[in-house]
T-cell receptor, first 118, second 115 residues
Framework: DTEVTQTPKHLVMGMTNKKSLKCEQH?????MYWYKQKAKKPPELMFV???????INESVPSRFSPECPNSSLLNLHLHALQPEDSALYLC?????????????????FGPGTRLTVL | AQSVTQPDIHITVSEGASLELRCNYS??????LFWYVQSPGQGLQLLLK??????LVQGIKGFEAEFKRSQSSFNLRKPSVHWSDAAEYFC?????????????FGQGTELSVKP
């Protein structure tokens, strides 16, 4: 299995709703990422999980709450979002090389969740 | 500061013509470089990557890229473009793991293909 899956594909929510995005991979990757992408722009990194621990939070507002229940699963919990949060939310995963100069071998992206906040 | 520049926002080529998409990077150490492609409404697909070794790397869908350290470039090429290649292309440089393995993306180049 060489893919990253994301559910749902589309989500419409009001500003008072609570919803969650789900991401799953079965490639044995130990780094997982959430990105936000606006139209005609590159993805913007939101969070990085490494070995199920949050390693990077790119100053994301607290209305976005990530969770990594196990090495295959990554969730993004959404609460009290704003219309400007409407975007394509992408999940990615990567293998981690544990060497003296550790790097990732490139990230594999899911198809994304198209989120619309009304 | 590390950065990636894709000088061309939009390129149009005729089907069957050759293609070169430009990418310049600024990175202190030896860079890990990537090209991704994104079709409308889809996620990003990894086309190819460069870590070390041979500076000409082959990728999927008939794409190749050449790493030129002296020019800080990693241009993407394809000898004959197909209509299905119309998409957004992103060049990226990868940070070291202790910075989360972050990817720094260029702004993207939108490719249109004329019949």
């Amino acid at each position: 299995d060489t893919e990253v899956t994301q559910t749902p594909k589309h989500l419409v929510m009001g500003m008072t709703n609570k919803k969650s995005l789900k991401c799953e991979q079965h490639m044995g990757h130990r780094a997982m990422y959430w990105y936000k992408q606006k139209a005609k722009k590159p993805p913007e990194l939101m969070f990085v999980y490494s070995y199920e621990k949050l390693s990077i939070n790119e100053s994301v507002p607290s209305r976005f709450s990530p969770e990594c229940p196990n090495s295959s699963l990554l969730n993004l919990h959404l609460h009290a979002l704003q219309p400007e949060d409407s975007a394509l939310y992408l999940c990615a995963s990567s293998q981690v090389i544990a060497t003296g100069t550790t790097r990732t071998l490139g990230q594999f992206f899911g198809p994304g969740t198209r989120l619309t906040v009304l | 500061a590390q950065s990636v520049t894709q000088p061309d926002i939009h390129i149009t080529v005729s089907e069957g013509a050759s293609l070169e998409l430009r990418c310049n990077y600024s990175y202190g150490a030896t860079p890990y470089l990537f090209w991704y492609v994104q079709s409308p409404g889809q996620g990003l697909q990894l086309l190819l990557k460069y870590f070390s070794g041979d500076t000409l790397v082959q990728g999927i869908k008939g794409f190749e890229a050449e790493f030129k350290r002296s020019q800080s470039s990693f241009n993407l090429r394809k000898p004959s473009v197909h209509w299905s290649d119309a998409a957004e292309y992103f060049c990226a440089v990868g940070h070291s793991y202790n910075q989360g393995g972050k990817l720094i993306f260029g702004q993207g180049t939108e490719l249109s293909v004329k019949p």
